[in-house]
Each structure stands twice: as structure tokens, then as C-alpha cells.
């Protein structure tokens, strides 16, 4: 299972040095990366301290100032209550789904190149694309286009800014989205692209049905009166999801391998939830967990996992069954009995964990990157049928290197070449994950369905 987390000043002594003058000027006169210390959320420093900037490009017609508004910082820009001209804004959102041909592009570059420059240490950059029109191939080429430019932004903007790509054609249905990505919440998220499902609203799913149209009457607590279930949650990551889930309002179901049940319970009882020793793996893991929860369950995270590195060449079958079993038959296993028994209530989540492993391919993961493949085709697969017959959404995180007691035992090139070879140049750590999971896991987030979202700082390696 996923190991404990490590303090992240002690797991990144390059990170802590770089934040010294000796350190900045070392590493500028040499070349060497220069990560900066991420801003990510606190009770203490909830939202960034800055404005944010709305901008557009081509025609649009989606009346985005109300969500906006609602992100918690000063707005600025043709809707908002001053110009485009703040200094030093928090954030930048372009609008960009009414571009529509290779001309409007260059309102893109117009748009931004003046205020890139000026955007905070850790600020966010979001722009707004359009479904791609199967019809209109111009209209689908240049909003391809924009995946690239948010791509390459990404990787030259520096500071700890992140840049991401939502599609959309209903500001409403985007809004946890929005709220996710302009917040410290999405620290170790960029370079992505984001399908928000048309016309989709926030606040047509979400059980216990206490929300309204524009999503959670408390959005500090959008899981008040709901259950969630993480596997593999006595340590390391999962732990890291229940409580992010628990300190957004829900009782949390603590599952983990008999093994760790003393771990599992010290979790549970430390977030007022339950603790549940079983094997994902037995073939009657799906009905044990159903008769646990007699009441239903909402939000359903598959986090469980374990890696048996080898390259193919010496690894024996055992230990590629053992991953493939783990990884992803037991996630196969279990989703479809719960699903079948109606344990998942509608307005149901589940998000489940793959991998850059399973994206971009790791030697010596042969076994892993293929269960967490799986877990990417699971996802799309299921999505569209599990929001039809159930009222569920399936959705993946895919983490890059987090900084764990597993990855601090790597070799040290290795483990340094993990953490620089991404647009932040540091690890993540499993808070980035678990922010990542309860945006997911939202009861307002039921526009976001069959997405496959990287919290890896934007990679290097892979898509």
C-alpha cells in the first residue's frame, strides 16, 4: 500500500536550499532548476491574496462574472468591478471558447502576453476552450490549438504558476472546477485539460439533496451527511484522502489490509470515522463492503495499490498477477458489485487512482503501468454508463512523484531526476492528491465525468 508521507522541507533539501540567497545565486550561475515553495491551502491562508484578472478571446456568450465572482478573490476585467490592468494578480482567466479560426488565436497571445509576466509567485492561469465542434474542423483545429499553447505555457511560466485548460459551454456547471483551479487547492496541477460536460449542472447530483442549483449550501463542508469509503487508507496517500474528505464534512470508511488494521483504526478514530480490515482482492470484497454499509455510500475511493518493480525480462508471474489483481481486477471487481447492489447512492463518486506510470510508461513497471492504464480505460469507459444507469461519476487521479517514505528509500540521482523533471521542479506531496480527489468527489462536481486528471506538477514524461 502507499507509504507514509515525509515533512516536505526534510524530504527536499535542493527545494530549502534554492530558497536561500547563496542558493539562488549557485543555482542561476549554473543553470540548475529553481523551484519555488508552493502555496497550497491552509485554514489559515484559505484563497490567494491578489485579484483575478478575466479576460477574453473571440466571441463569448457565457456570462462567466457570477462564478467568478464567487472565487473568493477581487475580479478585474469586462465583467468584473475594475479594468484588466491589476497589478500583481493572484490569477488570469482567458475566455477562449468563442475562438473559432486561426485569426482569433491571435487575440490568445494578445490577451495574455501584457500580463503573464505579472502574475503572482504560485498564481494560477486558466483559460476556457470549447468542446471540439466534429462538425466545423477550423473551429476544432484552433481550439486543439489551445491545448498546446496552455501545454507550453505551462512549462515556461515558472514560479510555482500553473496554467490549465478547461472545456465548457456552461459557466455554472464549471464552477467547483473553477473554484478548484483558481485556489492553493491545485498547487501540483498543470498542464491539463479538463472536460466539463455540456450543460451539465452542479447541483443535479449530490445526495443527500440538501444543494442547490449552484451546488453545496456550505461549500466549506460540501460532504456534510455523506459517506466516504478510501481503500488503502491506513497510510500514505489514502490517508491523506480521508482526511481531506473528513475535514470537508464526510464520514469516512477506513479500508485497509487486515496487516494495517491497528494503522487503519488510528486514522479512522483520529477523523471520528470507521476503520474496515479487508482484502480488496477477495473475491467477495465487493459484497463484505456492501454489507458494512447498510445505509449507502456516496463517494467510492479507489486508492489501494502496490508495486513489485522488475523488468520483464526477471519478473516472475507472481509478481505481475499480484499488481494486476491489486491494482486493478480487485477496482474491476468491487465497482461493478457496488454498482449492481445500488450500494453507491445517485449523486454518487468514485474516483479511482492510476498513474504518469500508466500514461507515459516506466522500465522496470511493466506490471504497474499496465494496471494503471487499466484504470485510465476503466474510467472513460465507465463514466458515460455509470452517469446513465446510476447517477455516478467516474473519474481518475494520476499521480507523478510524491514525496513518500517509498520515494525517499530511491536512489538519490533517480529521486532527484523525479522531482525536477516537471514544469515545478519539486515532488508533490499527498495533500496535492487528496485536494485533487475532493474536488472529484464534490457534490458540485457533477459535470466533471470520465476525466483522467495528472497531479504531477506537469510531467516531463507522458501526455
Not at 9 to 14: F, H, Q, S, T
Not at 108 to 126: D, Q, T, Y
Not at 174 to 194: D, H, M, N
Request: glycine share 12%; charged share 20%; hydrophobic share 45%.
Amino acid at each position: 500500500m502507499c507509504a507514509e508521507p515525509v515533512g516536505e522541507n526534510m524530504a527536499d533539501r535542493y527545494l530549502s536550499f534554492t530558497a536561500t540567497a547563496p542558493g539562488r545565486f549557485l543555482t542561476r550561475r549554473l543553470g540548475l532548476p529553481q523551484p519555488a515553495a508552493l502555496q497550497r491551502w491552509s485554514a489559515e491562508r484559505p484563497s490567494f491574496t491578489g485579484s483575478l484578472i478575466h479576460l477574453t478571446a473571440g466571441r463569448s456568450t457565457l456570462g462567466l462574472a457570477p462564478v467568478l465572482a464567487r472565487a473568493g478573490l477581487p475580479l478585474h476585467g469586462p465583467e468584473g468591478t475594475g479594468g484588466n490592468d491589476a497589478p500583481d494578480p493572484a490569477a488570469v482567466v482567458l475566455d477562449a471558447t468563442g475562438v473559432r479560426d486561426v485569426d482569433a488565436l491571435a487575440e490568445v497571445h494578445a490577451a495574455l502576453h501584457p500580463v503573464v509576466r505579472s502574475v503572482a509567485a504560485s498564481g494560477r492561469i486558466v483559460v476556457l476552450g470549447a468542446p471540439l465542434d466534429p462538425h466545423d474542423h477550423c473551429q476544432a483545429a484552433v481550439q486543439q490549438a489551445l491545448e498546446g499553447f496552455v501545454r507550453s505555457l505551462g512549462k515556461e511560466i515558472g514560479r510555482g504558476r500553473t496554467v490549465n485548460l478547461v472545456r465548457l459551454t456552461d459557466a455554472r456547471a464549471a464552477e467547483s472546477t473553477l473554484r478548484f483551479l483558481l485556489s492553493p487547492k491545485s498547487a501540483y496541477v498543470s498542464g491539463q485539460v479538463i472536460g466539463v460536460t455540456a450543460g451539465g449542472s452542479p447541483g443535479a447530483l449530490g445526495a443527500p439533496g440538501s444543494d442547490g442549483p449552484d451546488g453545496p449550501d456550505d461549500w466549506s463542508l460540501p460532504l456534510a451527511g455523506r459517506t466516504a469509503l478510501v481503500t488503502g487508507g491506513a497510510r500514505g496517500i489514502g490517508a491523506a484522502v480521508a482526511e481531506r474528505l473528513a475535514g470537508d464534512g464526510a464520514r469516512v470508511v477506513v479500508l485497509d489490509v487486515p496487516q494495517a488494521e491497528e494503522d487503519a483504526r488510528r486514522v479512522a478514530e483520529r477523523l471520528g470515522g470507521t476503520a474496515l480490515a479487508l482484502d480488496v482482492t477477495a473475491a467477495d470484497a465487493g459484497e463484505r463492503i456492501a454489507a458494512e454499509l447498510p445505509g449507502g455510500l456516496d463517494v467510492l475511493i479507489h486508492n489501494a495499490g502496490i508495486t513489485r518493480d522488475r523488468r520483464l525480462v526477471n519478473m516472475p508471474a507472481e509478481r505481475w498477477s499480484s499488481v494486476l489483481d491489486v491494482n486493478l481486477a480487485s477496482v474491476l471487481r468491487t465497482t461493478d458489485a457496488l454498482l449492481a447492489k445500488g450500494v453507491l447512492r445517485p449523486g454518487g463518486r468514485i474516483v479511482a487512482t492510476a498513474s504518469i506510470a500508466g500514461l507515459a510508461g516506466n522500465a522496470g513497471q511493466t506490471n504497474y503501468g499496465a494496471s494503471k492504464a487499466g484504470i485510465a480505460g476503466l474510467v472513460r469507459t465507465l463514466a458515460p454508463h455509470a452517469l446513465a444507469e446510476h447517477k455516478v461519476t467516474v473519474n481518475a487521479v494520476a499521480p507523478g512523484f510524491i514525496e513518500t517514505k517509498m520515494t525517499a528509500a530511491v536512489p538519490l540521482f533517480i529521486r532527484e531526476a523525479g522531482r525536477r523533471m516537471n514544469s515545478l521542479a519539486q515532488g508533490g506531496l499527498p495533500v496535492d492528491v487528496a485536494e485533487t480527489t475532493a474536488w472529484l468527489a464534490h457534490p458540485a462536481s457533477g459535470a466533471v465525468n470520465g476525466q483522467v486528471v495528472r497531479v504531477c506538477g506537469q510531467s516531463l514524461l507522458g501526455a
